[in-house]
Structures are given as C-alpha cells and as structure tokens.
C-alpha cells in the first residue's frame, strides 16, 4: 500500500508539472527515454546520415548515460534521479517534443497526455521473447488492481512499437494490449550491426588487440538475464573453476551479467587467461556476440541476434521450474529453443566437449525471428518516423506469427 501511495503521489506531481509545460508550443525536437540506448543509438547515428533536421534531447536512466556523453549538439540529462532541476528539465521535453522514442517500460506514461501530432515510439530492448512481460508476466498476478491499471495506461501511448518478426509482434498485441494498427515492422535497428561487414571486422580488430590472447582459444559467452530477487545479490550458477580444470586448454569463457545486476563479480570467479568480466559499458554486448563462438545463456533475449552469426548456443536454465512459476516463459520453451538444455555445470561442460550442435535448427530460429532485421532497420525506422515514407518489407505471414 505504502509503494502504490509513493507511485501515485510521484506520477501526480509528474502529471502537474507535465500539463505546466505543456502550454509552451511544441518543438520541432526528439526526445529519446533511454535504459539500454543500443537502439536509441542506432536511430540517432541514421538521423544524422539522413540528415535529420530537429533538436535532439537523451533522457538516460542509469549507466545509459555514459553512451551519450561523447555526442556535439544534443542535450543529455539523467532521468528519474534525485536532482530536481535535470527531472524538471526532463519533463519540459517531454512536454514539448513531437517525437518521443523510449526503449523500455517508463511509469510516466500513464500520467501524461501528449498533445495531437505527438508520435511515442517504442523501441523495445530485447529482439524476442523467452520470458513473459507486461501483462502476460505472471508476477502481476500479485499487483494491485491500480498497477495493472496503470501498467494498461502505459502501454496505451506507444503509438507504435517496432519489430524484427512476425511472432514478436503477436507477443506484443499480448503483452501490451495493442492491435495489429500499433505494430511497425522495420527491423531491430542495433541489428544493422551483424549486417555491416567493416564494422564487425574493426570490432575484431579491437578487441584482439586489448586481448591477444584470445586468438588461440575457442570463446565461450555467459550472458545471463536476472533474477528479480537476485539484482542487488547476485549469485553466479555456473561453476567457473570447475569448467577451467575441464576446458581450460581450449576454452576461454567471457561473463556478461545483466545491466539490472548491481554487483561485481567476486575476485576468485575471474580466473586470470580463462574467465573475463566483460560486464562494464566498456564492452557492448554486440561486440561480444560478434566474438563469441558458443553462447550460454538462460531466458534471455539475446539469443535472437546471436542467431544471426549462425553459431551454437546452451540454455543453462537451472531454476526452469521455479522461473517459470514465479515470472513465467513462453509455452512450449523446451522445444522451441535453438539449442540444448543444461540444468548444470557437468551438462554444460559435456556439451561443450561433445561439440554436437544442430545449426539447422539455428538458422531456422535466425530466419523466423529476424525476418524484418535484414541490415537497414534503423534506416526503415528514420524513414517512416520522419519521412511518413512507405517502408518496402517482406508481406505480414498471419500463419508463420501463428506457428
């Protein structure tokens, strides 16, 4: 009850503040809600080839930030933070933008009204879906009847979400409550990086020279996703010494913890010439797909983009049962995944040696779940958003989403 009257009181103050700014004229002037930015960055660098003319404000939660600094010309405030004047200064943009891209769930939403003329794109963070979200996640089911109004709310003001296939589409109709209208079928902009070959070849170049030694062994990346209860106490499942003594001669294993985990990985997991922590916004997590030769992952979403390179992938899903009670997955997860199951660290190495991977069933899972994310996405977002230009895709399947 306490946390429902904070909220309410938060958006209240928000909505006032909001409608204040809202008698100043709209702007010729983008503004980008940001957790993650890999999208939100793809967008803008296309604005700027495309030669964009409008204002350009990024609203960073978190570490998001820091991928913004380095950019001339545009504005970059931290959103929701303590400072009162950057939320004041965000919530003015807000108000005065005639584009508004976000990238994640922002409460705000349900208490602001846009004004006609105002486009709210959603540029989900994630190419897929293993997990369940928004209204489908099961975890609501303990919400109070104002949350899930509000989350309703929410999702009401995108008026248009993007995606790279047809089956995530359906999955946002359901998550977000929309109807087929809302649904714009562009691609996934940070995707246009797996499609630029100069790109990936400097990303290679770059990172073998920071780590040579990385040439001679075979790489292996574990990119967990997070556990609600585990984001300020994290505890790695994977038996990192053990997987040294049994694959320390061939194998070098890259760890790349969630953004959402607040925490460094203990001294002793990082064990020097086998396990790195790649984890810090140094890395993007793009570049470590590009190097990787295996992924481990569990009910991420980053197998969608790692399926573009082709490449074998475990799911280490150790807590299957209790994940799937307490936050809930796909149905039919087992046998839709394009790779195979480990409950442990003695599968995982096992696999791993047996080196017996089907990629047939990888290509199909690229094909189905990239099928709009074929190297210019960013550019059919730009377009569409300020162009109004009629995007050329390949024809919406009903059946292929149905399958």
Same mark, same amino acid.
């Given at each position: 009850?306490? =946390?429902?009257?904070?909220?309410?009181?938060?958006?209240?103050?928000?909505?006032?503040?909001?409608?204040?700014?809202?008698?100043?004229?709209?702007?010729?002037?983008?503004?980008?809600?940001?957790?993650?930015?890999?999208?939100?960055?793809?967008?803008?660098?296309?604005?700027?080839?495309?030669?964009?003319?409008?204002?350009?404000?990024?609203?960073?939660?978190?570490?998001?930030?820091?991928?913004?600094?380095?950019?001339?010309?545009?504005?970059? #405030?931290?959103?929701?933070?303590?400072?009162?004047?950057? $939320?004041?200064?965000?919530?003015?943009?807000?108000?005065?933008?005639?584009?508004?891209?976000?990238?994640?769930?922002?409460? @705000?939403?349900?208490?602001?009204?846009?004004?006609?003329?105002?486009?709210?794109? !959603?540029?989900?963070?994630?190419?897929?879906?293993?997990?369940?979200?928004?209204?489908?996640?099961?975890? #609501?089911?303990?919400?109070?009847?104002?949350?899930?109004?509000?989350?309703?709310?929410?999702?009401?003001?995108?008026?248009?979400?993007?995606?790279?296939?047809?089956?995530?589409?359906?999955?946002?109709?359901?998550?977000?409550?929309?109807?087929?209208?809302?649904?714009? =079928?562009?691609?996934?902009?940070?995707?246009?990086?797996?499609?630029?070959?100069?790109?990936?070849?400097?990303?290679?170049?770059?990172?073998?020279?920071? @780590?040579?030694? $990385?040439?001679?062994?075979?790489?292996?990346?574990?990119?967990?996703?997070?556990?609600?209860?585990?984001?300020? !106490?994290?505890?790695? !499942?994977?038996?990192?010494?053990?997987?040294?003594?049994?694959?320390?001669?061939?194998?070098?294993? #890259?760890?790349?913890?969630?953004?959402?985990?607040?925490?460094?990985?203990?001294?002793?997991?990082?064990?020097?010439?086998?396990?790195?922590?790649?984890?810090?916004?140094?890395?993007?997590?793009?570049?470590?797909?590009?190097?990787?030769?295996?992924?481990?992952?569990?009910?991420?979403?980053?197998?969608?983009?790692?399926?573009?390179?082709?490449?074998?992938?475990?799911?280490?899903?150790?807590?299957?049962?209790?994940?799937?009670?307490?936050?809930?997955?796909?149905?039919?997860?087992?046998?839709?995944?394009?790779?195979?199951?480990?409950?442990?660290?003695?599968?995982?190495?096992?696999?791993?040696?047996?080196? =017996?991977?089907?990629?047939?069933?990888?290509?199909?899972?690229?094909? =189905?779940?990239?099928?709009?994310?074929?190297?210019?996405?960013?550019?059919?977002?730009?377009?569409?958003?300020?162009?109004?230009?009629?995007?050329?895709?390949?024809?919406?399947?009903?059946?292929?989403?149905?399958?």
């Amino acid at each position: 009850m306490a =946390r429902e009257l904070a909220i309410s009181l938060y958006f209240f103050v928000f909505k006032c503040l909001f409608s204040i700014f809202s008698i100043w004229p709209l702007k010729g002037k983008t503004t980008f809600v940001i957790s993650f930015g890999d999208n939100s960055e793809y967008i803008f660098k296309e604005m700027l080839r495309q030669q964009i003319k409008t204002e350009i404000v990024f609203l960073c939660k978190g570490k998001s930030i820091e991928k913004f600094k380095g950019f001339s010309n545009v504005s970059v #405030i931290s959103f929701e933070t303590y400072h009162i004047l950057q $939320w004041i200064e965000a919530v003015y943009h807000l108000a005065t933008s005639r584009t508004i891209f976000i990238d994640n769930y922002f409460g @705000f939403l349900a208490a602001v009204q846009f004004k006609a003329g105002v486009q709210c794109i !959603q540029l989900w963070h994630a190419s897929g879906a293993l997990k369940k979200f928004g209204l489908e996640d099961e975890s #609501i089911k303990h919400r109070t009847k104002r949350a899930k109004q509000r989350f309703i709310h929410v999702y009401s003001k995108f008026d248009k979400v993007i995606v790279g296939s047809d089956i995530m589409a359906e999955i946002f109709k359901k998550s977000f409550n929309l109807n087929e209208e809302k649904i714009l =079928r562009t691609g996934i902009p940070r995707t246009d990086f797996f499609f630029n070959e100069q790109a990936k070849q400097q990303v290679l170049n770059d990172l073998y020279i920071e @780590f040579p030694q $990385w040439k001679q062994k075979k790489i292996i990346l574990y990119a967990p996703t997070y556990r609600d209860e585990e984001v300020e !106490q994290f505890s790695l !499942q994977l038996d990192i010494k053990k997987m040294n003594h049994e694959l320390g001669n061939d194998y070098i294993i #890259i760890l790349r913890l969630h953004p959402a985990i607040q925490m460094q990985l203990h001294n002793d997991t990082i064990i020097p010439g086998f396990a790195y922590d790649c984890s810090s916004d140094k890395y993007e997590i793009n570049q470590l797909l590009l190097i990787a030769d295996i992924l481990i992952t569990d009910y991420s979403s980053i197998p969608f983009e790692f399926s573009l390179l082709r490449r074998p992938m475990i799911f280490f899903t150790y807590d299957l049962e209790e994940y799937r009670e307490k936050r809930g997955i796909l149905e039919g997860f087992e046998a839709k995944l394009p790779g195979p199951i480990a409950k442990g660290t003695d599968e995982v190495i096992r696999l791993l040696k047996e080196n =017996r991977f089907n990629l047939e069933i990888v290509n199909h899972y690229a094909e =189905r779940w990239n099928k709009y994310s074929v190297g210019h996405s960013s550019e059919n977002v730009v377009l569409y958003v300020f162009a109004n230009k009629t995007l050329h895709l390949p024809k919406y399947n009903e059946t292929d989403a149905s399958r």
